[in-house]
């Protein structure tokens, strides 16, 4: 079973991960990984993607590089897995794309679909959408010693993509759960877990 984590900065998704993957555990078999990267081709991209010293990165460029990063993740780890019979949990994936680049970025939906065809192809079975004021996920990342790239973004990109991922929400219902980002963790990760022990 495929499942992904999608939220704006600062949405405690990699610490959410941990919990329900140690949770999972116990009973499933399962595998964790991220986006951009996830494999060492793909983590080789995703310095290009995110290092701020590559500052001149362009919006084109930049949807193309995340899904030239994602087709060598799934061949490299997510489609293996799931023959595997694994849960694999994902920090980040195509909503990513949809919210960052197609909304926030204006490059719209069917171009980015368009590039992300391979994607498509392979589609997460569920999506857990943690929705949080850009504000409050800010303001949590902000005594971090490390920015890349997209946390350096205007407060406005990132209002944008929040907007985004409620319209991208909206649009895949039945895949996307939100899931409502100011509970506690571990509040958050039962209603997880709960959710994912109903799917499978
Ligand atoms: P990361 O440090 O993993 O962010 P976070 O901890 O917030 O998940 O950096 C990933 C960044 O890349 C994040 O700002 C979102 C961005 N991104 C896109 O813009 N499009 C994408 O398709 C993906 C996968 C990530």
Known sequence: MFITFEGGEGTGKTTLIQNVATI?????????????????????????????????????????????????????????????????????????????QAYARNLGYKFVLSINHYATLNMPDLTFYIDLDPKVGISRIANRDKYDRLDQETFDFHEKVREGYLEIANMYSTRIVTIDGNQSIDEITNQIVKKIEEKI
Do not use: F, W
């Open 24 to 100: 999972l555990r116990k009973r499933h078999q399962v595998i964790t990984s991220r986006e951009p990267g996830g494999s060492m081709i793909a983590e080789a991209i995703r310095d290009i993607i995110l290092n701020p010293k590559y500052k001149g990165v362009t919006p084109y460029t930049e949807a193309l590089l995340l899904a030239a990063a994602r087709a060598q993740h799934l061949d490299e780890v997510i489609i293996p897995a799931l023959k595997d019979h694994k849960i694999v949990l994902c920090d980040r994936y195509i909503d990513s794309s949809l919210a960052y």
